[in-house]
């Protein structure tokens, strides 16, 4: 983690991929986070991927420096804990990230009836509240009917990373971060709303897509050719599978070069009355020409004599792995400072990445793990609200309050 | 648009998708955002898809809201000028996004020589300057082998959308915010990198795969099931298909009660000694009992019965479309307060987003298109660098500076 959030305090009540991430992308930077859950768990606690204990993996990764409290949220009195919390004083805090429902007890009408400078950070489904999950906003977009090969016909295929997850948690942080400023200048707060059904639309839109289908209808399926560019997997003579590109003039001079193929591609450039060396679009148009070239040049070679030319000459490519691998790999993982062994809540000692971005100008501080459930509900309710000891207690007692075992 | 980050001014030079959506974000919350291009255009001047008259829809999708300036960055003199204007003077100014790379002429050292509180956020390819792109970070990682149905075998399927690189672009509105912070706190600039690569592998550590993978190996292929949980694709009975995800106990008790299944459902908790009420991982475990009872029972109904029902139980489901569909759809586009439908660079009248957060309490403030390359040359190079108009014509007599026809 960085420290270039020092001193913010910020409150997160929420489940899944993209609230949580938005919240973790803002610890990670330095911002003190409270992650609040149900007692026992919120509906994310026990999500696949697990540990051999049965924890979550999901839910250790997605929470990572993140301090927690936990709060039976389903009484009046637990709820009310939560919105104490959330609009608990102070300059720097009042900040409140949470997929709860829009009209329910974390309304802004009943947050800001609290605190009216809160900034209030809400992702949701669907922007009038309906419900979305990141695969239903893709299975609306048409996506799934362009992915994969052309032999599967009319069979739509999902997308294994949760994207629109992702991008919306990603924006959140940002949109989070463009409301405080707003705040310093104007002594405003105000709810920001982040619906993943608009991030969807508003990215297809973003990409030219929603124009293209309006213009010219649905885009065919092009499996792995990269569209309206030079981009497929090839296989080399040792059965090495590439992912290899050329999408600007040095790239793809530098491929030519490597794979020996000027002449083939001059005389194709002939024939067709093209040239490739500018526009990668006439590389996508001639690619019944190419693809076959550059196939017949990839399978005369081996990769580990392929491999260091395409790097001299500054191509794009990459291999293609299984996870496994990548996580084994020294370059990506253990030798990544991003990355440390920690130990998790489940007990194990695995590699965790802090921040995604790096800042040489400032040292990387260890990455913390996610916390135990519950782990500083004490702290932080007598940090926040004032409580002593004795009126904590009688809280964890009633089981409104809950803490580690 | 939005007016949050009104006053602030930011200059940008780059390409492709990731740095560009950055610079959007924050030019559709309120910011000055200033694109430096070739003149001519740079690398995705020209990027399908495209407009009737060959402009380009990406390029225009992607740089709404910003002013745009043309240099040749070929020749030392332009360089100069694009170096001036990224450390221009200013309390709000001195924010430079750049994908350039990290040891050209727009190094951190060059550019902090002349403003040494600049924040510049640089995106990358691989940390240490190599060359990737949003599908070589994908093969590297493994996804395309979990990605499309068993049948495939060992087939990878490429994801169409450039999960990587918008994850990334949001990510670095983000992190030039988490910067700006900084700065204010302490008069301390610095260089952010974010190279698409860490973003990639991170992303996979965060979501718990990593950790999976080398506890377990490679997950397999699940086709278009969802990993730990229940959601798949269905058909009704008028050949209509759809997602359906149940991911928390509400979800799950509104499918039961919609498919009027809880006979059949309780006879498979008894048989295999289970509850699905509560877990969703029990759902998955026992999928193979659950999809042909849920399949069937999906059969059955037509759509138009089946969604009101689905939607009054707060069931999550989504059709199954085709992007023509949904960029026709009067809730998704059309009626969205989110697109205008506006005149862009191509001369095309098509409907646009703005920002993807939306802020109850101010109003949206007209989408804003694409500049016309060039077409704010004249007003930034006087306004950030004092040129005479006297100056300015012999830049463009020269061929320094492009502005339009």
Partial sequence: MYELLRGMHMVEASSFVACPTAAMYLAQMGADVIRVDQIGGGPDFHRWPKARNGQSYYWEGLNKGKRSVA???????????????????????????????????????????RRPDLVLTRVMGQADGGPALDYTVASAL?????????????????????????????????????????????GQGQEVR?????????TVANLGMLAEALRSGDRK????????????????ADGQRIMLMAITPKQWRGLVRVLDMAADVAGIETSRGTSFAQDEAERFLHRDALYPLVEARVAQRRLAELAPALDAEGCCW????????????????????????????????????????????????????????????EEVLTELLGLGSGQFSALVDRKLVGRPA
Same sequence: chains 1, 2.
């Fill in 318 to 377: 990459g291999p293609y792995r299984r996870m496994e691998e990548a996580a084994r790999d020294p370059a990506l993982v253990g030798g990544n400072p991003l990355f440390e062994a920690i130990r998790h809540p489940s007990g194990e000692t695995y590699p965790a990445p802090g921040a995604m971005a790096t800042l040489p100008a400032a040292s990387r501080i260890g990455v913390r793990p996610a916390p135990v459930l519950g782990a500083h509900s």
């Fill in 142 to 186: 048409g996506i799934p009917f362009m992915t994969g090969p052309e032999s599967l016909g009319d069979a739509p295929v999902n997308a294994v990373l949760p994207a629109w997850d992702l991008l919306t948690g990603a924006y959140a942080a940002f949109a989070t971060m463009a409301a405080l400023h707003h705040r310093r200048e104007t």
């Fill in 71 to 113: 709060l039976d949220l389903s009484r009046a009195e637990g709820r009310e804990l939560l919105l104490e919390l959330a609009t608990a004083p102070g300059e720097r805090a009042g900040i409140f990230l949470t997929n709860f429902p829009v009209n329910g007890f974390l309304s802004w009408e009943r947050l800001s009836a």
């Fill in 221 to 236: 399926r092009y499996g792995n050719e990269v569209f309206g560019a030079f981009g497929r997997d090839f296989v080399t």
């Fill in 194 to 202: 982040i619906p993943l059904a608009d991030v969807g639309i508003a």
